[in-house]
């Protein structure tokens, strides 16, 4: 079992930045990859960026690439999330969720269905 809690959302300007963090509780933090998702109302989670066991591996949408960055810190069991220049079409809630990973440098945009474990989520807004 693994508990997940996100924290770090909240308001901000269109081109500004937020940090969104995800600490895991519960299990060995290194044995699973990690994800982050975003939903909005009356759409399913859209798959935000993952990143491998290691930490080496990581991957992302089109719509995120370049603006936003995955990463995680084994000694604090803890994902984060770094969103730049965000954008109108961004708010949403941000959920983090894992997976568990045989291969520690591997990671490919796997579906929600995949992951095992879930965050509560946190919303993040943005004003124009």
């Known amino acids: 079992q693994v508990q997940l809690v996100e924290s770090g959302g909240g308001l901000v300007q269109a081109g500004g930045s937020l940090r969104l963090s995800c600490v895991a509780s519960?299990?060995?933090?290194?044995?699973?990859?990690m994800g982050w998702f975003r939903q909005v109302p009356g759409k399913g989670r859209e798959f935000v960026a993952a990143?491998?066991?290691?930490?080496?591996?990581?991957v992302y949408p089109d719509a995120v690439k370049g603006r936003f960055t995955i990463s995680r810190d084994g000694a604090k069991n803890t994902v984060y999330l770094q969103m730049t220049s965000l954008k109108p079409e961004d708010p949403a809630v941000y959920y983090c969720?894992?997976?568990?990973?045989?291969?520690?440098?591997?990671?490919?945009?796997?579906?929600?269905?995949?992951?095992?474990?879930w965050g509560q989520g946190t919303q993040v807004t943005v004003s124009s």
């Open positions: 969720a894992a997976r568990r990973s045989v291969s520690g440098g591997v990671v490919i945009d796997w579906p929600p269905e995949d992951y095992a474990y």
């Open positions: 519960g299990s060995n933090f290194n044995r699973y990859a």
């Open positions: 990143i491998s066991r290691s930490g080496v591996s990581t």
